[in-house]
C-alpha cells in the first residue's frame, strides 16, 4: 500500500503540489507524522480529547498526499526552501514511521531536516540525530510550574531538565517552542528563556492562538504589544546583548536598560539596543530558515511572527510598545514600556 504524510497547505503550495497564493511561502517544508497525539494539551488540535481536526495543527490545514509525490518534490526543491521539519503527533509507531521519512528524505536532499517531537528518552533523540537529522525540537511551550500543569500535563521541571540535558548531550542542535499568552508573566518567560539560551537552545517563540474544538478555543491570544516585548527579550538573549530587565508587581515589562549602545534602526540616529536591525527581532524564530507563515496569525494580521522581512520601517514597530520616541532615553540606553 502507498504510504501517504500530511504536509502545511504551504509546504505543498511552495513545492508546486498545490496552486495555492502564497503572499509569504514557506522557507521549510513542513510535514506532520503520527495523527491524534496521546498527550492532551488543552491548546492543541492534535490532543486525544480535542475535538478540532486531525486535518489542522494550530492554524494551519494539512492535507494527506502520497509519500512518493512529496519525496520527488523535495527532491526538486526551489532554491528559497531551507530546511525540511517533521512535526510528530505522538500516536503509536510514530518514531519508526518518522525514522522511514527522514532516512528517505535523506536519500534524496541535502536539506537539513528538524524533527518537533515529545520525548522522554534520550535513547529516542539519539536515533533521530542518527538518522541524519540536524536540528530537534523538543517543545516546553508552557513557560511555568502551574500553567504546565494546568494547560500541558505532567511535571514543568522534568520537562526542563529534559530539554537542559538534551542540550547539553547535544550540543547546539536543540530548539524549544514556548508559547505566549498562557497565563503566564513576562518576568517569567524572561526566567525560562535566559536559562535556555544560557545553556545553548534556541527559543522559538509563538503566540498562543485559539484553536475550535480545544479547550482554550474561547480564551483570547495576547496582545500584539505584550508579544512584541517578549519578542524583543528573546531577540536579545538570542544574540547575547546584556540587559537589565525591570517587572512591576504583576511581572510585566515595563523597562530595560542595556549594556551598550548600538544602532537601533541602521540609517537612523535611533541608538539603544545591541545588534538590533531593523525589523529583525518580529521574524519567526527558531531553527535557521524556519518561518512558518501565518501559523499564528491570519494574513491580514495582526502579525505576531513574521514570516518575511516586514514591510513596515522598524520606527513603526517600536511605535507598537513605547508610548512615544521619548520613552527611548537615548542617553541612559534606557526604554519604557506601555503595559
Ligand atoms: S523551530 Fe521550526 S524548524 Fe525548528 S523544530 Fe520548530 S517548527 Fe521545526
Redesign the pocket.
Known sequence: MERKIRASIGSLGALGMRDIKLPAPPT?I?LMVGERCVYDCAYCSQAVNSKGSVEQLSRVVWPAVEWQELKDAVKDAPSFIK?V?F?VVNSRGCLEDVLFFIREIKDVSSLPV???IRVTRMEDLEKLFEAGVE???VALDVATETTFSKYRGGDFKKAVDLILYAGELFKGRV?T?IIVGMGESDKELHGVMKKMFNNGITV?LFAFTPIKGTCLEGEAPPSLRRYRRIQLMRYLLSKRVEFLPEFDRKGNLISMETARRVTLVPGTSVTLLGGWAAGDMVLT???A??N?PYYNEKPLGPMFNYPLPPKEVAEKIIGAFVESEEDIDKEKVRIRFKV
Do not use: I, M
Open positions: 521549510t513542513y530546511r521539519c512535526q528538524s524533527v518537533s536540528r530537534v525540537g530548539t517552542h522559538g524564530s527558531g531553527c530558515g524556519c512558518r
